[in-house]
């Protein structure tokens, strides 16, 4: 019999409807216990979910000592706090990107949570799907020859733009650099497999965040990439890796159908090949991955350095959109 890790779920927030259905499907893992500032809320999402247990706290749900891992949810200027008390009682913590508002709070997260010997993923889950590891494995076989330029998208439309929405609120890190940018800028540093040297952004600003923004992310060997997020827009999330040979695009690079699939065009063949990897469930992925992690010792991969690589890059991007210039990452 597989050995399940034990999990509680910090918050009732609305991405629990996409993970609770991978955590059922999840060969390694059992949800025991769900947590709200109320009680009744949480009553009421644990007896819709089928979880055994409903705490009217936080710390009611961290001081369960039959919890092994903690999944985090909460709005992004709760991570690093609520993290840290979880790993403080001995919790695994997967939690909710970004992993903070910022590179610098990423690293001391990072550094605390391997001091207490404790597990620590950043919830991204396209790095989990089947289609990255097939994708990243025809990159590195020079299929389409050295990636050459990057561009990545990720936008929704927001309507109204609430200021009461948690996206929209700038005292709990909100905006959409950090909410939908972080998918593209880490596909970017990704399929390059480096880091841009500097960086340059313009931003709509609305209710003092971010409702859209562009950028660009230059390399030291004179590379280039681009990408745009926001709340403005249609419904897009794609990846495009162009090399010397031909170009790689992935429609729904993020958000990935069952039939997960993306298409290569060489410089001398224009025909459309297309690759499929069928049948896959990312964030299920994810949460075994994490749970064998937990359970059997390995290294978590990817670690929760990328976090803080990716936030390195963030920072500067906002940075950059705030002072209308290009800002150089050390």
Known sequence: MTQKLRWGILGVAKINERLLPAFAKA???EVRAIASRSLDR????????????????????????????????????LHAEWTKKAVER??????????TPTADE?????????????????????????????????????????VRRV?????FPMSPLDPNNIRLR????????????????????????????RVWASARLEHDVDVEMSGQLFFADGRTATFDCGFTQPFRQWLEIVGEKGVAFVQDMWLPPSRA????????????????????????????????????GGPVTPG?????????????????????REVSLG
């Open 170 to 197: 700038g005292d709990l890190a909100g905006g959409s650099l950090l909410d939908v940018g972080c998918y593209p800028v880490y596909g970017i540093r990704w399929a390059f497999a480096e880091e841009p040297v």
């Open 304 to 324: 929760p350095e990328e976090a803080v690589k990716t936030l390195r890059v963030l920072d500067a991007l906002a940075r950059s959109a705030r002072e209308k």
């Open 106 to 146: 990423a690293a001391e997260l990072v550094a605390f949570c391997r001091a207490k010997k404790r597990c620590l993923m950043d919830g991204f889950m396209w790095p989990h799907h089947p289609r990255t590891a097939h994708l990243r494995q025809f990159l590195d076989q020079g299929n389409i020859g050295q």
């Open 261 to 296: 699939i993306f298409e290569v065009r060489s410089d001398r063949d224009q025909d459309v090949q297309v690759h499929a990897v069928e049948g896959h469930d990312q964030i299920q992925h994810m949460i075994e991955n994490f749970g064998r992690y937990v359970l059997e």
């Open 27 to 29: 060969g390694n893992a």
């Open 90 to 99: 001995g919790k695994h913590v997967l939690c909710e990107k970004p992993l």
């Open 151 to 155: 561009t990545g998208s990720f936008t």
């Open 42 to 77: 949480a009553k009421a999402a644990a007896k819709e979910a089928g979880i055994p247990l409903a705490y009217g706290s936080y710390d009611a749900l961290l001081d369960d000592p039959n919890i092994d891992a903690v999944y985090n949810p909460l709005p992004n200027t």
